[in-house]
Structure formats: C-alpha cells, structure tokens
C-alpha cells in the first residue's frame, strides 16, 4: 500500500491556495504560475493534480460544497421546529460563504460561467444536494404557516441576499454572523411570536 498523504496534502494546499487566489484576483487574473508560486510548487506541478487551470476551479467550488454539506446536513436532521432550523442553516451558510479562509463558495458564485460544460454538471450535482436542503426547509416553513410567499423564489432570494454579503461584510465592523442571520430570519419571517 502506497502512502498518498503528501500527495493528497499538495492538492488540497492548491485547492485552498487557488481558491484565495481566484477571489482576490479573479479566475483570469490568477495563473497556474500564480497558483504553484504560493503553494511553492514548480509552475508545472499543479498539472500533476490537475489537468488545466479549470479543473482547478472546479475543485474549489467542489470543496466549498463539500465543506458546507455536512453543517446543513445535520441541522436539517437534527429536529430543530422550522424556524431554528431555518436560522441555524442561515448563520450556517454565512459561515461558509463570509468565515475566515472561506473563499471557496465566493469564487463558485463569480466564476461559474468559467467552468466547462462538463465541469459545471459535475459541481452541479453537488450544488443540487445543497439547494434541496435549503428548500426542504424553507417548503417546511411553509407548511407551518411561517412563510407567505413560493417557497422556490423565496430560497433564491434569501441565498442570492446571503451570497452578495461577500461584497459588503467586513470582520469585526457592524453586524456579527449571528445578528446577520436573526436579521435575515426576521426580514423574511416576521419577528418571533
């Protein structure tokens, strides 16, 4: 049995390391170069992970995923009533897309067009899973009354509101996570009864 950790340690260091990249420089602003230089790889090396700089990001985006599935999966199970399961799935989520080192589902939402068709239906699949634990819960605030509008629109607009606070929130000025989250509970809910 071959050992695959150091191997596996450098693909997950040029996931983490293109992610960053790709956020703060854009897809096509970031090079393979780029991306081996601050992992202190040879500027080839990545290719021995990935087969081009595409793949890359769809790793990145893949790992965002991954990363927030289990979080969602267990508030989802955990028997919460619909309303703290609605709120901890919020605050969730603004964990993954607003936490420090979380630049993983920020560059899946600005640099979705940039995958491949083939790549894009692969992140999909996993994007799919997500989306369906957001509107399970969001179809049981609506069965428990709590939600007056389509519960469809009403998941697109609430994640696309979490998403664009990449461009807004700054650590440690104004509202915390957790406020964000009662606050956006109480925008699209109605205060608690």
Known sequence: MTNTAPVDNRRADLVRVAARLFRERGFDGTTTRDIADAVGMRSGSPFYHFKSKQEILAAVM????????PAAEA????????RAKFQALVRAHLEIVLGEGHDFIPVLLYDWRRLTPELRERVQVLRDRYDQLWQDVVNELSAAGLLRSDSAVARLLLMGAINYSVLWYKPGHGSSLDQIAEEAVAMFLGPEA
């Open 62 to 69: 893949e790992e965002g995923l991954v990363a927030g599935l």
């Open 75 to 82: 508030i989802v199970a955990g028997g919460l009533p619909p």
